[in-house]
């Protein structure tokens, strides 16, 4: 069973920056062809932030993030990341992590029925 756990959320002023990790258990996340980061914000439904075609390292990014948000992996590590930074108050959010098992479309990167495992989720917290 493929288990992922998120850390290094918290709260932060605008402005500032968090780097998230997703780390997982049995496997290596380049036999993953997608991999992504989602969010959801109270009251709101999950959305897509970015994701990656493992094998190609083609990457998307939610129009709201992109400049300030970037995306990594160590496979010998087992481990995702999220660096955000020039954080804002519209961010703060649950971030989860996910792995897809299948290369959808460049334009179901964000679709959440393209993943099959998700992480419990870190929450980020930014205050103006």
């Known amino acids: 069973q493929v288990q992922l756990v998120e850390s290094g959320g918290g709260s932060v002023q605008a402005g500032g920056s968090l780097r998230l990790a997703c780390t997982s258990e049995?496997?290596?996340?380049?036999?993953?062809?997608?991999v992504a980061w989602f969010r959801q914000a109270p009251g709101k439904e999950r959305e897509g932030v970015t994701a990656t075609y493992t094998r190609t390292h083609s990457t998307k990014y939610a129009d709201s993030v992109k400049g300030r948000f970037t995306i990594s992996q160590d496979n010998a590590k087992n481990t995702l990341y999220l660096q955000m930074d020039s954080l804002k108050p519209e961010d703060t959010a649950m971030y989860y992590c996910?792995?897809?098992?299948?290369?959808?479309?460049?334009?179901?990167?964000?679709?959440?029925?393209?993943?099959?495992?998700w992480g419990q989720g870190t929450q980020v917290t930014v205050s103006s």
């Open positions: 996910a792995l897809g098992i299948r290369s959808p479309a460049w334009g179901l990167l964000f679709s959440m029925a393209e993943y099959s495992y």
């Open positions: 049995g496997y290596t996340y380049g036999n993953y062809p997608t």
